[in-house]
């Protein structure tokens, strides 16, 4: 069976898709055969009528995933607003079944395989069905990985996000800095804070323009799926 793990963020911009392409590039690099999942993106490219979901391309050019993007990602919306209104404005809600089905074909393609949200922790998907981030986690029965902003506020975004997914069953493996600058004093006490308050390790560093990530707390993260 594939391992699998979902990676979520404190926010919009925080910069998951980053951190995902990371991963799923390291892993690959070092020989393990990762694939990449995205259930909702809106925001899509349009290039001359063809929608282009730029989150998974972005990824499988970044990890040499000689795939197309479309059929990796279940829902692709062109409005760049919350997966629940892009649905709406496009009249396509959001299904869980469905995000069910397609995980299950593409995670069969796979050994490892990273699965990636939509905004922060609390993302709707679907109101009508109160289908919101959390009921998509475990529905695929996935730990969590958060990726937070190593700045100013980061502390408060982490602990809160921590928090509700604790209050909501999902199972926090770890968190990772993003934008993190190692000779910045204000960052350093973040990165302990954020470990003393939410009692979870931060399992890695993300520097701006780095190419690769440490796989070392990041790699016993993924389960079995």
Excluded at 128 to 141: G, H, M, R
């Amino acid at each position: 069976m594939p391992d699998g793990l979902f990676i979520t963020a404190t926010g919009t911009d925080v910069g998951k898709t980053y951190v995902s392409a990371l991963i799923v590039k390291t892993m690959r690099k070092t020989g393990l055969n990762c694939g990449y999942y995205k259930p909702a993106l809106s925001g899509a490219e349009n290039k001359e009528g063809i929608i282009i979901p730029g989150d998974c391309r972005y990824v499988f050019d970044e990890a040499k995933i000689n795939k197309n993007p479309t059929d990796y990602v279940s829902y692709i919306f062109e409005p760049a607003v919350s997966p629940h209104l892009a649905a709406e404005m496009s009249n396509t809600p959001i299904k869980l079944g469905r995000i069910q089905n397609d995980f299950i074909r593409i995670k069969n393609e796979f050994d490892y395989l990273l699965v990636e949200g939509a905004g922060g922790i609390v993302c709707p998907f679907n109101i009508e069905d109160k289908l919101l981030l959390p009921d998509v986690i475990k529905a695929l029965k996935l730990d969590i990985i958060i990726v937070a902003s190593a700045e100013l506020g980061g502390i408060n975004s982490a602990v809160l996000t921590v928090e509700y997914a604790k209050q909501h069953g999902i199972n926090v493996r770890g968190i990772i800095l993003n934008k993190y600058k190692e000779n910045d004093f204000m960052q350093q006490d973040n990165k302990v804070q954020i470990e003393k308050l939410t009692g979870i390790k931060v399992v890695a560093t993300v520097k701006e323009n780095d190419k690769y990530i440490d796989l070392k707390d990041i790699l016993p993260a993924f389960k079995e799926i």
